[in-house]
């Protein structure tokens, strides 16, 4: 299936992955788009705001966590591919206060790398890649970015 076919069941299914967990959500968090390369999730500033009136930094941080980890589990469901998904670390910046609802997107941080994840989950059943992540403000700009790396072990495979 080409990257920029994407079957409504798989985001209604993703979406609803994400409502089955109870601290995710709590976050309010929809789905709002994917086209193969890039994944983008909306949730609302009333449930994210701080004591400044502004969009609490774990929430931001979450966001994009969940975006980089709904990315990789999609693409791994398009290539055919059965595995479980976990974020290994992340490298996070908060750049500006969000005062608005919050609007993260995810895609690889190295699009040409995406075979290699491939071949090595197929070769060896774990994988990890590299995925970049953010948060804009209204004007464009960013409000927060991550680079995060995230794992994907085969099903059947020692998660060890």
């Known amino acids: 299936m080409p990257a920029d076919v994407v079957p409504a069941q798989a985001l209604q299914a993703m979406q609803a992955l994400y409502a089955a967990m109870p601290p995710v959500a709590a976050l309010q968090l929809r789905i709002a788009g994917f086209d193969g390369d890039a994944l983008r999730l909306e949730a609302p500033l009333a449930a994210h705001v701080n004591d400044k009136g502004c969009a609490f930094g774990g929430s931001l941080a979450s966001l994009m966590t969940l975006a980089g980890w709904g990315l990789v589990t999609l693409r791994l469901q398009q290539s055919g591919f059965a595995a479980e998904v976990y974020v290994a670390d992340t490298?996070?910046?908060?750049?500006?206060?969000?005062?608005?609802?919050?609007?993260?997107?995810?895609?690889?941080?190295?699009?040409?790398?995406?075979?290699?994840?491939?071949?090595?989950?197929?070769?060896?059943?774990?994988?990890?890649?590299?995925?970049?992540?953010?948060?804009?403000?209204?004007?464009?700009?960013?409000?927060?970015?991550?680079?995060?790396?995230?794992?994907?072990?085969?099903?059947?495979?020692?998660?060890?």
Do not use: K, N
């Open 91 to 160: 490298q996070l910046h908060y750049r500006a206060p969000l005062f608005a609802d919050l609007q993260a997107s995810a895609r690889l941080a190295e699009p040409d790398a995406w075979t290699g994840v491939l071949e090595r989950l197929r070769e060896r059943g774990r994988a990890s890649v590299r995925i970049a992540a953010c948060v804009t403000l209204p004007d464009g700009g960013i409000a927060a970015e991550c680079e995060a790396r995230f794992v994907a072990v085969a099903s059947g495979y020692d998660r060890a």
